[in-house]
T-cell receptor, first 110, second 112 residues
């Protein structure tokens, strides 16, 4: 069973701080990982993808992948109240379709 | 920005009735998916579709469910004889080969 595990939170950070979101996955034959943002009642929105070990930066977002530790993270710099949402970690592992974690609820306090 | 379109946005149906949820994937994408999310729970895979046939399906996708691509643009999910526990958000998604999936805005299905 291929699984993605996330701490459900909530994670609360003050405005302007760095939010750190983490996820682990079960399958060593991993390919690609994605971070989605989901506002309440809305659909998942892709914000970052990462395919190889190391860091990938896009604006205020940095994704990190460590395949040896089976660990993926997302850092959000200069957090804004509009970043308050549930962040879903998802992975393409082997030939299976995208597998989602339960999501971490982030609350950015103004 | 290309998008995946889903209709209707909200569907209320009586238990035992059939519903059809509709999706228009991004035009140059070849892979199509249906996921569902029960309120407060994780996004769960139902079925994937490629080259006009089901490529993979989950345990959830039993004989009650079917998918179809009736023409060159639409992709539908049919749920026969709906049950109360089918109440959920249903998301259609499409993708190119190994990229992240683009999700539609979803259909909220309420079975009463």
């Amino acid at each position: 069973q291929k699984e993605v595990e996330q701490n459900s939170g909530p994670l609360s950070v003050p405005e302007g701080a760095i939010a750190s979101l983490n996820c682990t996955y079960s399958d060593r034959v991993s390919q690609s990982f994605f971070w989605y943002r989901q506002y309440s009642g809305k659909s998942p929105e892709l914000i970052m993808s990462i395919y190889s070990n190391g860091d990938k930066e896009d604006g205020r977002f940095t994704a990190q992948l460590n395949k040896a530790s089976q660990y993926v993270s997302l850092l959000i710099r200069d957090s804004q109240p509009s970043d308050s949402a549930t962040y879903l970690c998802a992975g393409l592992m082997g030939n299976t379709p995208l597998v989602f974690g339960k999501g971490t609820r982030l609350s950015v306090i103004a | 920005e290309p998008e995946v379109t889903q209709t209707p946005s909200h569907q209320v149906t009586q238990m035992g009735q059939e519903v059809i949820l509709r999706c228009v994937p991004i035009s140059n994408h070849l892979y199509f998916y249906w996921y569902r999310q029960i309120l407060g729970q994780k996004v769960e895979f139902l079925v994937s579709f490629y080259n006009n046939e089901i490529s993979e399906k989950s345990e959830i996708f039993d004989d009650q469910f079917s998918v179809e691509r009736p023409d060159g643009s639409n992709f539908t999910l049919k749920i026969r004889s709906t049950k109360l526990e089918d109440s959920a958000m249903y998301f259609c998604a499409s993708s190119e080969l190994s990229d992240g999936y683009t999700f539609g805005s979803g259909t909220r299905l309420t079975v009463v």
